[in-house]
């Protein structure tokens, strides 16, 4: 695909691109910050970035600039699962309503908000894209098992009504749309792997990017202020798990791994902290896993909440540990690789594969299986030349693979042959004659 030259960019030649994202700020999810990030990393190349999303809190401005990026927020249509399909019809009207103010929809996900714009699509002809988030676009709700192993609890009955009802009908919309865009974007292999599966051909790859410049090592002495800021005691080796606290993230298995693992240990030569929280999250376990390490004693647990300087955390880490069950490619592996973190992370979990090289730069582990996890845990404590040894391995696949500046670079690309494509043809079936994949 070619990259826009300097004619291009003399001649004005801006791609005005909507990104369609369910909720943006202040929800601090790893999507909303790829998407920030990435739209920094686009407007040097010609893309002017505006971002629609859903109201998920009262109280947000239905329009702002944040850091220069404009993002407007549709109305609050409660706090339900079923909130976000709700939000598909004004979404679609926004897009209608606003089609001369931009050149291509960009979809990040396949939630029912971001369906808005196939409806666009039909009236306005504007092309749309959607970047895939991991390989689960026939699925449409998290298995209630898991939430009854994870919590000891049942989703209400009407609730577990409503998806059994709807996810047929759901599962056949999300295939049309799909079908239906220009390009559909895979940010993994195992996600390209599954569209490929359904006969989705017109799929590139480009993986989540990481600001490899920002999230980066430190020296031992920088380290150590680090530890002093945040009061963590320099001897003590530091396990870091970022992330929401939804049952998907698999925190119990962490939490009982980690009960075996630290009795072992001498008090104060390990420390969990937990990174994160529920903020609202349908399947969320917070107080599921708080009340797990207050009722079986568990040693050497900080539960710290939704932090803002996850990079201080991460300089100052040994481990990385990251269990979950379902991801696409993990913003928080990305980040902590980065950082020249080992990464105890499950096997078969999509995307992780693409990150870390097992037993070279840390360590896949039967998600399912406490004992797994509890042996890669007592590996990284004995051997310290080894941590650092994959540390370093990581930092290089992160520069290599998951540079946020090639990740921007190669968006842009495809943005330029989409307009171009766009401005001559009508979207849908047309383009993927156009997009290399």
């Avoid at 932090?307 to 300089?315: G, H, I, K, S």
């Avoid at 540390?391 to 998951?402: L, M, P, S, W």
């Amino acid at each position: 695909m070619p990259v826009p030259g300097k004619a291009d960019r003399m001649n004005g030649k801006r791609i005005r691109v909507v990104l369609v994202i369910d909720g943006f700020w202040m929800a601090l999810g790893g999507a909303e910050h790829q998407v920030m990030r990435l739209a920094r990393e686009l407007t040097p190349l010609d893309i002017d970035v505006t971002i629609l999303a859903r109201q998920v809190r009262r109280g947000l401005p239905a329009e702002e600039q944040i850091d220069g990026l404009r993002v407007c927020r549709l109305p609050l249509l409660g706090v339900s699962p079923f909130s976000k399909l709700k939000g598909t019809i004004p979404a679609a009207r926004w897009l209608i309503r606003n089609k001369d103010n931009y050149d291509i929809v960009h979809c990040r996900g396949h939630n029912p908000f971001e369906w808005s714009a196939m409806p666009a699509n039909m009236l306005t002809r504007k092309p749309y894209i959607v970047q895939l988030p991991n390989p689960y676009f026939e699925g449409y709700t998290f298995p209630e098992e898991l939430h009854r192993y994870q919590t000891g609890r049942r989703m209400s009955c009407r609730a577990g009504i409503m998806r059994k009802v709807l996810r047929p009908g759901l599962r056949l919309v999300r295939l049309r749309y799909l079908r239906r865009s220009g390009v559909v974007v895979a940010i993994s292999p195992e996600v390209k792997q599954a569209l490929s599966a359904r006969n989705i051909k017109h799929v590139v790859e480009i993986p989540n990017g990481v600001d490899t410049r920002k999230f980066c090592p430190v020296d031992a002495g920088p380290r150590l202020e680090l530890r002093r800021r945040l009061e963590e005691q320099p001897e003590t080796q530091l396990y870091i798990f970022s992330s929401r606290l939804s049952v998907e993230k698999n925190v119990r298995t962490l939490l009982e791994a980690w009960e075996i693992f630290a009795r072992r240990r001498p008090p104060g030569e390990v420390k969990l902290l937990i990174l994160g929280g529920s903020d609202g999250q349908t399947f969320s376990v917070e107080a599921y896993c708080r009340e797990l390490v207050r009722r079986r004693n568990i040693a050497a647990v900080a539960f710290k909440g939704f932090v803002d300087n996850v990079r201080d955390y991460l300089q100052a880490a040994d481990v990385f540990v990251h269990p979950s069950l379902r991801e696409g490619l993990s913003n928080a592996v990305l980040e902590a690789i980065s950082c020249g973190l080992p990464v105890i992370a499950a096997s078969g979990t999509p995307g992780n594969s693409s990150m870390i090289d097992d037993k070279r730069s840390g360590w896949l582990f039967d998600p399912h299986r406490v004992e797994d996890l509890t042996a890669c845990l007592e590996r990284t404590a004995r051997d310290y030349d080894m941590r650092r040894s994959m540390g370093r391995e990581a930092r290089k696949i992160a520069v290599t693979k998951f540079d946020l500046s090639m990740v921007a670079g190669k968006m842009a690309e495809l943005y330029h042959e989409i307009a171009g494509a766009g401005r001559a043809r009508a979207a849908g079936p047309n383009l993927k004659r156009k997009v290399k994949s």
